[in-house]
T-cell receptor, first 112, second 112 residues
Framework: NAGVTQTPKFQVLKTGQSMTLQCAQDMNHNSMYWYRQDPGMGLRLIYY???????DKGEVPNGYNVSRLNKREFSLRLESAAPSQTSVYFC???????????FGPGTRLTVT | GEDVEQSLFLSVREGDSSVINCTYT??????LYWYKQEPGAGLQLLTYIFSNMDMKQDQRLTVLLNKKDKHLSLRIADTQTGDSAIYFC????????????FGQGTELSVKP
């Protein structure tokens, strides 16, 4: 099992460009999450999907959209990137809503 | 409100015990977690404690929970250089998709 995988590992964008971060899990988990990690701060929840077909906002959803494509995949889209979105993005999954979360390796995004 | 605080740095000598502390403000959390993040990697779940427990031991790791003071600690016995990493505590809430609120992370440096 690969666990939680994320692509790409690194990305540099110019202000205003768009991109989609991909996340997939092979653990047959129902719930998936997107977090961002900034220096000196813990992880903050952007969006989550408690189960296939549902998505909900977390603490910092502005500037992002998500798609729960199927049970395995949960993507995060930046429609018009801003320098404030420079961060490391982590995807996580859990068996059910509220159970232990398992994290991917992260995507380091820089917006210039 | 929801807030989790940790000190940012801890330095110990190899073979000593490390104690990483965490305080939280919201008493409605159900589980409290400790995650480890090695450089360039995602978060790895180390251990967790249910909010009605006082202590949990798992090999070299001991978690203590003081609910009255809303204080959580992680003790690592016989600390090794491989324990050098950032350690995050996190609260989980029953509602909001089992949302995790993370502390800022404590960077543990183990000197030989």
């Amino acid at each position: 099992n690969a666990g939680v995988t994320q692509t790409p590992k690194f990305q540099v964008l110019k202000t205003g460009q768009s991109m989609t971060l991909q996340c997939a899990q092979d653990m047959n988990h129902n719930s998936m999450y997107w977090y961002r990690q900034d220096p000196g701060m813990g992880l903050r929840l952007i969006y989550y999907s408690a189960s296939e077909g549902t998505t909900d906002k977390g603490e910092v959803p502005n500037g992002y959209n998500v798609s729960r494509l199927n049970k395995r995949e949960f993507s995060l889209r930046l429609e018009s990137a801003a320098p404030s979105q420079t961060s490391v993005y982590f995807c996580a999954s859990s068996e059910v809503e509220g159970s232990e979360q398992y994290f991917g390796p992260g995507t380091r995004l820089t917006v210039t | 409100g929801e807030d989790v605080e940790q000190s940012l740095f801890l330095s110990v000598r190899e073979g000593d015990s490390s104690v990483i502390n965490c305080t939280y403000t919201d008493s409605s959390s159900t589980y409290l977690y400790w995650y480890k993040q090695e450089p360039g990697a995602g978060l790895q779940l180390l251990t967790y404690i249910f909010s009605n427990m006082d202590m949990k031991q798992d090999q070299r790791l001991t978690v203590l929970l003081n609910k009255k003071d809303k204080h959580l600690s992680l003790r690592i016995a016989d600390t090794q250089t491989g324990d050098s990493a950032i350690y995050f505590c996190a609260e989980r809430f029953y509602n909001q998709g089992g949302k995790l609120i993370f502390g800022q992370g404590t960077e543990l440096s183990v000197k030989p």
